[in-house]
């Protein structure tokens, strides 16, 4: 089955850059996302990438994909306090359910 | 807009209590889900529907039954709640290979 896999914790410190990693199983995945999760709120989408593509840049964000590794990342340049939240990598099949299966989120802690 | 909601927000069950927690979107997405989310351990799919009528398990199903009468609705029973299920409780909606829209969430404790 699918699994995705992240380190739990990153901390930075603020104006530097943050990059969280994943790495996915299943190779049929299509549709590879970041989603933010803040204090006590729901998760909301920051940016999504195709299996076909390696690289999507939208403003301060950079995802990189490795389909040959299964590797996602997320660079966040000049971080700041309010970057400090969950992030989640997530990935749909190609075919089926479309349901997204989640990592186990990574906490980043920016500090002054 | 309301989006996704999710109701309540907040509930305090006792052991072998029963409840819905209820789960409502408003743009004629196909695909709905829940999940719940434990520190250290994610999301975890619970159960999920494609369309007004099926459904089908996630991960971790036990001890919960859903529904999906219409498009819009798609509420998460509690059979008989037990302390193991003390976790905030998510649901999301999408039209499906595209963003997933999620509730604010329902933290559910049992005591």
């Known amino acids: 089955g699918e699994d995705v896999e992240q380190s739990l914790f990153l901390s930075v ?31 909301q989408l920051l940016t999504y990438i195709f299996s076909n593509m390696d690289m999507k840049q939208d403003q301060r964000l950079t995802v990189l994909l490795n ?26 099949p190609q075919t089926g359910s479309y349901i997204p299966t989640f990592g186990r989120g990574t906490s980043l802690i920016v500090h002054p | 807009n309301a ?33 719940r989310q434990d520190p250290g351990m994610g999301l975890r799919l619970i159960h999920y529907s494609v369309g007004a ?20 609705d798609f509420p998460l029973r509690l059979l ?6 003390t976790s905030v409780y998510f649901c999301a909606s999408s039209p499906g ?8 969430g329902t933290r559910l404790t049992v005591v």
């Open chain 1, 67 to 92: 389909k040959k590794d299964k590797h996602l990342s997320l660079r966040i340049a000049d971080t700041q306090t309010g970057d400090s939240a969950i992030y989640f990598c997530a990935e749909t």
């Open chain 2, 97 to 104: 290979h595209s963003e997933a829209f999620f509730g604010q």
């Open chain 2, 3 to 35: 989006g996704v909601t999710q109701t309540p927000k907040f509930q305090v069950l006792k052991t072998g209590q029963s409840m819905t927690l209820q789960c409502a979107q408003d743009m004629n997405h196909e695909y709905m889900s829940w999940y």
């Open chain 2, 80 to 85: 008989s709640a037990a302390p193991s299920q």
């Open chain 2, 53 to 72: 009528g099926i459904t089908d398990q996630g991960e971790v199903p036990n001890g919960y039954n859903v529904s999906r009468s219409t498009t819009e």
């Open chain 1, 13 to 43: 410190r603020e104006g530097d850059s943050s990059v969280i990693n994943c790495t996915y199983t299943d190779s049929s995945s299509t549709y590879l996302y970041w989603y933010k999760q803040e204090p006590g709120a729901g998760l």
